[in-house]
Structures are given as C-alpha cells and as structure tokens.
C-alpha cells in the first residue's frame, strides 16, 4: 500500500511559477513509476507527466506543457516533484500525484495507475 500527499498547490499569476510536491510512504517508492495528472472543471482527468521508476529515466509530458513543466523525483525523501514555469490559466486544475508498478511510455500516457493522492488545487489567473 502507497499513500500519496500533494503540496504546493496554489493562486498564481499567468507567467509564474510552482513547484507541487507528492510525498509517498514506505520504503518501495523507487521501484514506482509517478505520474501528475489534472482535472479542470468540467474536463476530464488527463495526464500531465510521468517519470519511470528507480533513475527516472523516461519522463512522459503532454503536448502543452512540453518545455514548460518538469517532472523529478528524489528517492532518498520518497518524492516527486512537479515544476511548473510560464503558467497559463489554463493550467488551471486540480493536480494528482498517483503511483502505478507497470513501465512508463515517453509517447503513451498510463491511466489506469494503481495509487493516487488526493489532488492540490492550481489556480493560474489572467
């Protein structure tokens, strides 16, 4: 069992930026795959970025957050990391950290993950 506990969710102004934080429990975390995802209000849930497990080799972003947005993770503080620069409102989401065993794709996105947190609130205003 993986619990999971995002931080750093906020209101910020278009052009800043953040750094949400998924702290994860117990002592197997560097062989789990992580993955952000978001769901704005009336959208689906969609995946933002993933890293795979151990080095964090493969990372997966989607399209409109490529060369904005990084995804890390430190395994000595059970963590993952989700910097976020040149934010946009429609950044604007509640964001999820969540946890699968299975490999991490650089093209395909995982859904089915099999622990998530409980969501931190990103709001980007205009």
């Known amino acids: 069992q993986v619990q999971l506990v995002e931080s750093g969710g906020g209101l910020v102004q278009a052009g800043g930026s953040l750094r949400l934080s998924c702290a994860a429990s117990g002592r197997t975390f560097s062989t789990y795959g992580m993955g952000w995802f978001r769901q704005a209000p009336g959208k689906e849930r969609e995946s933002v970025a993933a890293i795979s497990s151990w080095s964090g080799y493969v990372t997966y972003y989607t399209d409109s957050v490529k060369g904005r947005f990084t995804i890390s993770r430190d395994n000595v503080k059970n963590t993952v990391y989700l910097q976020m620069n040149s934010l946009k409102p429609e950044d604007t989401a509640v964001y999820y950290c969540?946890?699968?065993?299975?490999?991490?794709?650089?093209?395909?996105?995982?859904?089915?993950?099999?622990?998530w947190g409980k969501g931190t609130l990103v709001t980007v205003s205009s």
């Open positions: 969540a946890a699968t065993r299975a490999a991490i794709s650089s093209t395909n996105p995982r859904a089915d993950m099999d622990y």
